[in-house]
Antibody, heavy 117, light 112 residues
Framework: QVNLLQSGAALVKPGASVKLSCKAS????????IHWVKQSHGKSLEWIGY????????NCNEKFKSKATLTVDKSTNTAYMELSRLTSEDSATYYC??????????WGQGVMVAVSS | DVVVTQTPPTLSATIGQSVSISCRSS???????????LNWLLQRPGQSPQLLIY???NLESGVPNRFSGSGSETDFTLKISGVEAEDLGVYYC?????????FGAGTKLELK
């Protein structure tokens, strides 16, 4: 069965960076893009961007282009998102989700990032 | 960016009642490939979103057939024919025709 397992919660200081992971299993990792989505507390969902695990090509929302860097490690079927220069506005839950022809059919459990000194 | 507007923001229902949620987009979601990438997701309390319906009206595998989707171009509707307790949570519509992907603000379904 398809599963996206995300790394644990993170508490980070303002100005620092954090790298989140999303380990895929149950399907051929390189056959499906991985999207990343942000959900601020109690709010709706924002699309950050996606990565093609086969080629490494990324496409990011203009809003997050200077904030998020998407990468993959095909040897471990893991997608990563690094968030840089963190501020309180980056405190949120982040999800990875699998793209399947115009939709997002499987979601990770989410990882909470808290930015605080 | 395509703006996706959901109504109502909150919906109160009794078990067994049928309800509908509306989703309107600021641009047509008909893609050049002929498909319309409007999807519906449910986020139960404390859980990740899960896909219910894709491409307007296609039921995701394992989703009960009391859920149905309809619409075209800019106007879409999710209907639940006979709410059950497990249906409570926040429903989101999401468009994937235009980049960036965008989501509605959500409709919270609660028990009356």
């Amino acid at each position: 069965q398809v599963n996206l397992l995300q790394s644990g919660a993170a508490l980070v200081k303002p100005g620092a960076s954090v790298k989140l992971s999303c380990k895929a299993s149950g399907y051929t990792f390189t056959d499906y893009y991985i999207h990343w989505v942000k959900q601020s507390h109690g709010k709706s969902l924002e699309w950050i961007g996606y990565i093609n695990p086969n080629s490494g090509y990324t496409n990011c929302n203009e809003k997050f282009k200077s904030k998020a860097t998407l990468t993959v490690d095909k040897s471990t079927n893991t997608a990563y998102m690094e968030l840089s220069r963190l501020t309180s506005e980056d405190s949120a839950t982040y999800y990875c989700t699998r793209n399947n022809i115009g939709t997002t059919d499987y979601w990770g459990q989410g990882v909470m990032v808290a930015v605080s000194s | 960016d395509v703006v996706v507007t959901q109504t109502p923001p909150t919906l109160s229902a009794t078990i067994g009642q049928s309800v509908s949620i509306s989703c309107r987009s600021s641009q047509s979601l008909l893609d050049s490939d002929g498909d319309t990438y409007l999807n519906w997701l449910l986020q139960r309390p404390g859980q990740s979103p899960q896909l219910l319906i894709y491409s307007v009206s296609n039921l995701e595998s394992g989703v009960p057939n009391r859920f149905s989707g309809s619409g075209s171009e800019t106007d879409f509707t999710l209907k639940i024919s006979g709410v059950e307790a497990e249906d409570l949570g926040v429903y989101y519509c999401m468009q994937a025709t235009h980049a960036p992907l965008t989501f509605g603000a959500g409709t919270k379904l609660e028990l009356k």
